[in-house]
Nanobody, 124 residues
Framework: QVRLLESGGGLVQAGGSLRLSCTTSERPVSRGVVGWFRQTAGKEREFAAGIRWRDGTTDYTDSVKGRFTISRDYAKNTVDLQMNALTPDDTGLYYC?????????????????WGQGTQVTVSS
């Protein structure tokens, strides 16, 4: 089981930026993908971005394309999510998760291990 720990959340004004970091307990060589998800009250957890650990291939949901960038640091076993041009709609609890599947899947059920989440709040 991979342990995941998120950090970097906080309160920011609309138009601002935040950088989230996910630290993993092991290099997810056998864990093909690390994803970032977000959830707001009353809504299902949704995929925001994902990265295939081995080759750095990325995927983004349409609402964050051009604003969010996911990256991995192979030496530090971290996956970061740089979030720019934030809007109140980006508010939520952000989770990182690891999947053993090599495919960049978006369904939360495809991910095996989850962090506790970090809160992002964007004020208007």
């Amino acid at each position: 089981q991979v342990r995941l720990l998120e950090s970097g959340g906080g309160l920011v004004q609309a138009g601002g930026s935040l950088r989230l970091s996910c630290t993993t307990s092991e290099r997810p060589v056998s864990r093909g993908v690390v994803g970032w998800f977000r959830q707001t009250a009353g809504k299902e957890r949704e995929f925001a971005a994902g990265i295939r650990w081995r080759d750095g291939t990325t995927d983004y949901t349409d609402s964050v394309k051009g604003r969010f960038t996911i990256s991995r640091d192979y030496a530090k076993n971290t996956v970061d999510l740089q979030m720019n041009a934030l809007t109140p709609d980006d508010t939520g609890l952000y989770y990182c998760a690891a999947s053993s599947d090599w495919r960049l899947l978006r369904a939360p059920l495809e991910y095996d291990d989850w962090g506790q989440g970090t809160q992002v709040t964007v004020s208007s």
